[in-house]
């Protein structure tokens, strides 16, 4: 597959971690994404593609693209034969200056762009897209359209600050202490977050902490679980095994038997660094 990304310019590199074009053979029809301490925005430019927003959500389809906030749950993702897409990694409170509606309604309840933007201005949005002179004119156009939907929005200086302690602590910092910092009630905080983020701060340190050790582990070397619990900071190894099954629907072994068959049979591809084959 075709991979190209970069760092959008400010304002927006403080609500989007990357640009990105995909294009090309997916290495699965169907890959699972374990739940990140992140946003994702995707314009779609190919044949639709589908997603399950979980085991208990029926499968739905997306032709323009999709809208999903930071999720609680794996969530599967099925590609087309050949996919084409524009898209943005987005921060955790990254989304909230570019939806219509609090974020807390697309919980685990991916969207359609159309649903967000409105058809009109997404169907404009993929024929320039479609007509553009390559992948860094189509991420320079997506950037555009998004300095110009970008909103003033309340509260979001809080929630990132926030956001901020919870990511350089990896999640291992009390709730009661990031509101007492912020000088506000753990009422207010969690309204603002579910409002921005979709999640209370609660839940994206869980999540935060889980992505970070999960992403610290390397599958290719044998692996202690109970010194991977301690050293993330999880009670004891069953408090971490019940984290994993919560986020992944694995146990950690599996996890891991499920990622080294992504590195053996798709070594160096672009997308080995968080998703899961469903297969």
């Known amino acids: 597959m075709e991979y190209v990304s970069r760092v959008p310019r400010p304002p927006l590199d403080g609500l989007i971690d990357d640009l990105y074009y995909l294009a090309g053979a997916p290495p699965y029809a169907r890959l699972t994404l374990p739940p990140a301490p992140a946003a994702l925005l995707i314009v779609n430019l190919g044949a639709p593609f589908r997603i399950r927003a979980g085991a208990d959500i029926e499968t739905a389809e997306y032709a323009d693209g999709c809208v ?115 000088g506000v009630s753990s009422t207010h905080l969690a309204r603002r977050f579910k409002d921005l983020v979709g999640v209370t701060p609660k839940r994206l340190a869980r999540t935060r902490r889980f992505a970070a050790t999960v992403l610290a582990i390397n599958p290719a070397e044998p692996i202690d679980w109970g010194e991977v619990a301690g050293g993330a900071g999880y009670f004891d190894q069953a408090h971490f095994g019940h984290e994993f099954r919560e986020f992944t629907g694995l146990t950690p072994t599996r996890y891991v038997e499920v990622r080294r068959r992504f590195l053996r049979e798709h070594p160096g591809h672009v997308l080995d660094g968080w998703p899961l084959p469903a297969d």
């Open 68 to 182: 999903v906030t930071t999720p609680t749950r794996a969530w599967e993702f099925g590609y087309p034969l050949r996919t084409r897409s524009v898209g943005a990694h987005v921060k955790p409170w990254g989304l909230a200056p570019f939806l219509p509606m609090p974020a807390a309604e697309l919980s685990d309840r991916p969207v359609t762009v159309a649903q967000v933007w409105g058809w009109p201005a997404i169907a404009e949005l993929r024929d320039r897209l479609a007509t553009a002179d390559g992948p860094h004119e189509m991420l320079t156009l997506l950037e555009e359209e998004l300095m110009r939907r970008l909103c003033e929005t309340p509260g979001l200086g809080l929630v990132r600050h926030t956001s901020s302690v919870i990511a350089a602590t990896n999640g291992a910092v009390p709730v009661g202490d990031l509101s007492e910092a912020a």
